[in-house]
């Protein structure tokens, strides 16, 4: 999806971001989305604060809901996936071979 | 009343509210196999595993060993996963049961981790109402591709479909915190972020989770 909507929207987008911090995904405020997430899912409260912060700053307070809007979401939806054993499809899998070695996802082992 | 975000960074929109609302008032009531004390008590040992607790907490007594295995691994393990492990718990509780704890504790991550995002405490558990399970068995799931049975092909979408009410129950999530699962067609939906922004931060949620959706 991430693919697809900055293909349609033209926004440049280096999916390297997703998995290598060191690495600028080129969408707008990108990095300051990055930091939030990995404070909200792994960070401490202080950390978390100044996300936050940085969110509401650049974002504003409907930046802040929709981006933990969309953290939980995901939560709850790994959650469902991983528990349930959804598989990926072959026509994934073979769509995606490209961009998947790209980010570096083919190491999570329950593909 | 429930979820009024006290100190929270950032003011929640309604549809936000009244969703928790309703997700707090079916974790209080009997569900599809659990009573509303036993849904509670999931939800308990759910939270207290994220939180690096394990086991369950004091006072939830109510559900089987099994059934505190799940959710605490559901909850804070979930990558963890394996088929073996599924079908082990299946044994124990059958299908449907395992379902229903899937349902409640991957919601209850979802509601945790808004709080968590906007800097709210998280809200206390409801009281637990009384009744009884109805035990509504759907009669169109069979095994398929996933680990679980379901109705139709094995998709995200479908996934708790074996208990109605989780499914329904997830879809309802899916859209005041998210899109719709129709609005998830349009790419180029821009709210309070861009339909990339969304979908960076959805793609390093499932990244730091180690899921490939």
């Avoid at chain 1, 693919?3 to 926004?11: N, Y």
């Avoid at chain 1, 930046?63 to 072959?90: C, H, K, W, Y």
């Avoid at chain 2, 036993?38 to 607790?53: F, L, P, Q, T, Y």
């Amino acid at each position: 999806m991430l693919r697809a909507s900055a293909q349609i929207t033209t926004v440049p987008f280096d999916p390297r971001g997703i998995t290598d911090r060191s690495v600028d995904p080129l969408i707008p405020k990108g990095g300051i989305l990055l930091d939030f997430v990995d404070a909200v899912l792994s960070g401490e409260e202080p950390a978390r604060q100044t996300s936050r912060a940085a969110v509401l700053d650049e974002l504003g307070p409907t930046g802040l809901v929709d981006a933990s809007g969309v953290i939980a979401n995901f939560e709850m939806m790994n959650r469902i996936a991983d528990a349930t054993g959804i598989p990926v499809g072959q026509g994934t899998l073979k769509r995606t071979a490209e961009w998947r070695e790209l980010v570096g996802i083919d190491q999570f082992n329950h593909l | 009343m429930s979820f009024d975000f006290a100190g929270s960074a950032a003011e929640v929109r309604m549809d936000i509210r009244r969703l928790f609302r309703r997700e707090w008032d079916r974790l209080a009531l009997a569900g599809t196999w659990w009573n509303g004390t036993e849904r509670g008590d999931i939800a308990r040992v759910a939270r207290r595993s994220r939180s690096g607790g394990s086991g369950a907490p004091p006072g939830t007594s109510s559900v089987p060993g099994a059934a505190i295995e799940a959710a605490g691994r559901v909850g804070s393990a979930p990558a963890g996963i394996r088929r073996e492990w599924v079908e082990g718990i299946a044994r124990d509780l059958g299908f449907p049961r395992y379902i229903e704890i899937v349902g409640i504790t991957s919601r209850l991550a979802a509601v945790d981790t808004f709080h968590t995002g906007i800097g709210a405490e998280f809200e206390p558990f409801p009281e637990p109402e009384p009744g009884e399970p109805s035990h509504a068995e759907e009669p169109f799931a069979r095994p398929g591709a996933g680990w679980v049975p379901m109705v139709g092909g094995a998709s995200i979408t479908q996934a708790l479909s074996l208990v109605n009410a989780e499914s329904t129950a997830q879809e309802d999530m899916h859209g005041p915190l998210y899109l719709t699962y129709e609005g998830m067609a349009h790419l180029d939906y821009v709210g309070g972020l861009s339909r990339a922004q969304m979908e960076l931060v959805a793609a390093r949620t499932s990244a730091i989770n180690e899921c490939f959706y």
